[in-house]
């Protein structure tokens, strides 16, 4: 069978067999009458069954950085694929695709990581991190640190273990229980963290939760804290400049490893290669995925330090690292890695991401007085604004109302796609929009929350 619509079908047609046969990631039958089919995509535009274009505010989910159809990713897949499209990787077997990108990746990251592992996805790598912390520190004699710390509004993936890292509820509800041995702290939300010490930054009295948490769980008992730079589907929450600094103090202190959640913000999606650049902080294990192939195949992978990777390779061989995945180091998606970030390096798309980020964000700020704007926050080509039914007191609106389905239906009718979550509305298109497309973007957001709004009222 065509894995294409033919003449004789209709849109009508291949929605009714969806239906019938698809089971959709975070969905309700009832909550979409008609889902909107895909089927083009170019730059930073999406195109559905029916012709229409729209933004693409989201690049697909976070991930399509180069922008839609790249004709050199296709290509090099294509050259991948007639010559060894797959073959394990498992206990030292390697091939040309996944060395070349390990050697890449060790000249982006930071100095102290040079070692890498691939898997097929961001839950991949959150488990992969959690089971190196543990095997570290086992391997360390120091079994009892098996804890990992994370934050509230954060996001790690929706695997068993990855969900319990998720500072999320949503994703909790109908998996419980979850994993045993994930604590949640505070995220540093500049606009929504409680600051009661006067004499502390705001950065350092949000880090000094962990130093809370590490006390309080027995620091003999946690192995690691895991953080995204900059939040990403919890709000895009940027931390203030002292959070990471005081966060590296802390996990050094108490002998926690510090892994950097960096599956959104790597690759240029903040403005520099990897999130934490911004705070000059060097992650213990660093963990990617999404714009590392802008999408276009599945991958991902964890950066470890050199002194995680000596621990790893030291250890009898009794003890080894049982740790795999069918498709870990896969020749084609290495190899479409590998054109994405001369791509990226080509086209010098980090600084498009940097200064198209600022304008960005420079036009979602002139929408602050706008009524129900709360707050307007961003880092790079992420960014969100935060609707709330209250400017003074910061409430928001009552679920019931379903602010976030009106946002997307108000921002979809007027040309822009993307998402709603915790009533922000998330924007991270492609590195590759112009600044048209971006004062756009913006003017979309604005239309679309006075609409609601005044609905609402």
């Not at 989910?61 to 050259?79: I, K, Q, S």
């Not at 009661?196 to 962990?210: C, E, F, I, M, Q």
């Not at 250890?315 to 896969?330: E, K, N």
Request: hydrophobic letters at 40%.
């Amino acid at each position: 069978m065509s894995n294409r619509m033919t003449n004789n079908d209709t849109v009508t047609e291949r929605v009714a067999a969806d239906r019938a046969h698809l089971l959709h990631p975070l969905h309700h039958p009832s909550a979409v009458a008609r889902p909107l089919v895909w089927v083009k995509g170019r730059g930073a535009l999406i195109t559905d069954a029916t012709g229409r274009e729209y933004i693409d505010g989201l690049s697909g989910l976070w991930n399509v950085n180069v922008g839609h159809g790249r004709t050199e990713l296709a290509e090099a897949a294509r050259d991948q694929m007639t010559t060894l499209a797959y073959h394990s990787a498992y206990a030292g077997a390697t091939n040309y695709p996944a060395i070349a990108l390990a050697e890449k990746l060790s000249t982006l990251t930071s100095p102290s990581i040079n070692t890498f592992f691939f898997v097929s996805g961001g839950a991949e790598a959150s488990e992969s991190s959690f089971k190196t912390a543990r095997f570290y520190w086992k391997a360390l004699d120091r079994p009892g640190k098996v804890k990992v710390i994370s934050r509230l509004r954060g996001y790690h993936g929706v695997t068993l273990a990855a969900m319990s890292a998720t500072g999320l509820s949503a994703y909790w509800t109908m998996f419980e229980p979850r994993t045993p041995g994930f604590v949640h702290i505070e995220a540093p939300d500049p606009y929504r963290f409680v600051q009661t010490d006067p004499a502390t930054s705001l950065g350092v009295a949000a880090a000094n939760k962990l130093e809370e948490a590490i006390l309080r769980e027995g620091p003999e008992t946690v192995a690691a804290f895991i953080a995204e730079p900059v939040q990403g589907a919890g709000g895009v929450i940027v931390p203030p400049p002292d959070y990471f600094q005081r966060i590296r103090e802390i996990c050094d202190a108490y002998q926690v490893l510090l892994i950097a959640d960096e599956v959104i913000t790597g690759f240029g999606r903040t403005g520099r290669w990897f999130g934490l650049e911004h705070y000059d902080v060097e992650p213990d294990i660093l963990q990617f995925a999404k714009g590392i192939t802008s999408g276009y195949v599945p991958l991902g992978g964890i950066g470890l330090s050199d002194q995680l990777r000596d621990v790893v390779n030291g250890v009898p061989l009794s003890q080894r690292w049982m740790h795999a995945f069918t498709y870990s180091a896969h020749p084609t998606c290495c190899a479409v890695a590998l054109e994405n970030l001369d791509i990226v390096e080509r086209e010098m798309l980090v600084s498009r991401a940097d200064v198209g980020g600022r304008r960005l964000l420079e036009r979602l700020k002139q929408l602050e007085p706008i009524a129900g704007v709360g707050h307007v926050r961003g880092q790079g080509l992420m960014a969100a604004v935060e609707v709330v039914a209250d400017k003074a007191t910061r409430e928001r609106y009552p679920p019931e109302l379903g602010l976030a389905d009106r946002l997307v239906a108000a921002m979809l009718a007027r040309g822009l796609c993307t998402r709603v979550q915790l009533d922000c509305i998330l924007l991270a298109p492609p590195f590759v929009t112009d600044d048209h497309l971006l004062d756009r973007i913006a003017d979309i957001v604005g239309e679309s929350i006075t609409e609601v709004v005044k609905e609402l009222r």
